[in-house]
C-alpha cells in the first residue's frame, strides 16, 4: 500500500459523460501528479499541482480539468467523454523538495481509477 | 520534446537468468531515474532509482547503471524468479523527481520457472 488513495476503483459511463475522479497523497506529500494509462500511448504525464496550485500541465485535454483542495486532495473532471478516453488513470503523489544535489522526491502511485466509456 | 525510448519491449528469461532492460532519454536536464514494475491491473511501483550525480546503485538482486554521457540507464535483474514477472517501466525527470515523470513504453519480462 503506498498510502494514496483513489475513488472510484472503476467507472463505467456513456460518451458525452462527466466524471470526477478523485485522489488523496500519501501524509505530508504537498505534490500531486495525474498520469493516464491507454494500451496504445503508455503512461502520459496530465497535471501536477503543488500546495494547491497548478504547477505543470502534460497533453491534457481541454475536455479534461483538475484541482488540489486546501486539504490537498485533488479531483481530475473529465467532461464530454469519447470512447478514446477510457484507460486507467492513476495519481501519484510526492513530497516535491526543491531536489537539490543528492535530493531525491519519489512520486509514489495509488491504485488507479479504470475508466471505461461505452 | 522530451523522449524515453525502452528496449526491448518483450523479454522471456528461464529462472535464475539475468535480464537487461535499456533506457535512453533526450532531456539533458533529467538528473532522475526511477524504475518501476507494474503487475496487471496494479499500479506502478518503484523498485530502484537512480539521481544523474551517482553512476550505479545496487538493491540486493536489483541493480540500475547510469551513463549520462550517453544519456543512457539500464536495469538489471539477477536470479530471475517466476514473481519478478511484470512490466518494467524506466522514467526520466527533471528536480530530483518533483516533476513530471516521462516514461518508457515498457518492458514485459516473463520468467519462465
Known amino acids: 500500500d503506498s498510502g494514496v488513495t483513489q475513488t472510484p476503483k472503476h467507472l463505467i459511463t456513456a460518451t458525452g459523460q462527466r466524471v470526477t475522479l478523485r485522489c488523496s497523497p500519501r501524509?505530508?506529500?504537498?505534490?500531486v501528479y495525474w498520469y493516464q494509462q491507454s494500451l496504445d500511448q503508455g503512461l502520459q504525464f496530465l497535471i501536477q499541482?503543488?500546495?494547491?496550485?497548478?504547477?505543470a500541465k502534460g497533453n491534457i485535454l481541454e475536455r479534461f480539468s483538475a484541482q488540489q483542495f486546501p486539504d490537498l486532495h485533488s479531483e481530475l473532471n473529465l467532461s464530454s467523454l469519447e470512447l478514446g478516453d477510457s484507460a486507467l488513470y492513476f495519481c501519484?503523489?510526492?513530497?516535491?523538495?526543491?531536489?537539490?544535489?543528492?535530493?531525491?522526491?519519489?512520486?509514489?502511485f495509488g491504485p488507479g481509477t479504470r475508466l471505461t466509456v461505452l | 520534446g522530451e523522449n524515453v525510448e525502452q528496449h526491448p519491449s518483450t523479454l522471456s528469461v528461464q529462472e535464475g537468468d539475468s535480464a537487461v532492460i535499456k533506457c535512453t532519454y533526450s532531456?539533458?536536464?533529467?538528473?532522475?531515474f526511477p524504475w518501476y514494475k507494474q503487475e496487471l491491473g496494479k499500479r506502478p511501483q518503484l523498485i530502484i532509482d537512480?539521481?544523474?550525480?551517482?553512476g550505479e546503485k545496487k538493491d540486493q538482486r536489483i541493480a540500475v547503471t547510469l551513463n549520462k554521457t550517453a544519456k543512457h540507464f539500464s536495469l538489471h535483474i539477477t536470479e530471475t524468479q517466476p514473481e519478478d514477472s511484470a512490466v518494467y517501466f524506466c522514467?526520466?525527470?527533471?528536480?530530483?523527481?518533483?516533476?513530471?515523470?516521462?516514461f518508457g513504453k515498457g518492458t514485459k519480462l516473463t520468467v519462465n520457472p
Open positions: 537512480i539521481r544523474s550525480n551517482v
Open positions: 522514467a526520466a525527470s527533471r528536480w530530483g523527481g518533483s516533476e513530471k515523470l516521462v
Open positions: 501524509s505530508g506529500d504537498l505534490s
Open positions: 532531456d539533458s536536464a533529467s538528473n532522475y
Open positions: 501519484a503523489s510526492s513530497v516535491a523538495r526543491s531536489g537539490g544535489l543528492g535530493v531525491t522526491d519519489t512520486q509514489y
Open positions: 499541482y503543488y500546495n494547491g496550485e497548478e504547477r
